[in-house]
């Protein structure tokens, strides 16, 4: 059971460089959701998905883009990568129910990145 | 706007001992959730709590949930090294989203 992939799992950018992390999902749910984690904090919601071509800024959306064009994918861009910006990225999904969460959220198993 | 706090944040405990992690959030909801972070890994879904009065165990950890006191609990009976890890707690906003506790800090010893 693949679940959610996060794709790269390791990645080191220059200050300036741009990226896209990719997340793609295989339970067929209808939301999904980026997150960042800074050492020894909680998540911070970037973007979210609520369903396949809506997407809506989270609680630290400056610096990031999103696109939903498919259900199962979720991809994260960083158009000049900062420094502040290095953190562990966590994707997740869950399936909601007319705006009832159903689940819980199942979590990628994270992209860590780094720029210098 | 919806806020959860966690307490405490970091406990260090021994072996054999019981011990209870709180999860206070500030505005009506039905729905929580209890994650598990083993350091350098991803969230795992421990319980999941959907309605006043809900208590879910599993092994050495049982979660309740009191919606009228907006509390939550995550109690370790007879704690063993293997449950030392950060556990978040998170509460349905009804937006599609969920509010993160910042999460606790178990250090169980030998």
Redesign the interface.
Known sequence: NAGVTQTPKFQVLKTGQSMTLQCAQDMNHNSMYWYRQDPGMGLRLIYYSASEGTTDKGEVPDGYNVSRLKKQNFLLGLESAAPSQTSVYFCASTQWTSGINTGELFFGEGSRLTVL | ELKVEQNPLFLSMQEGKNYTIYCNYSTTSD?L?W?RQDPG?????LF?LLSNGAVKQEGRLMASLDTKARLSTLHITAAVHDLSATY?C?V?N?????I????TKLIIKP
């Open positions: 729905r959730y994650y890994k991803s969230l795992e879904s999941v978040f998170a349905d009804s937006n599609y989203q969920l993160w506790g910042a999460g």
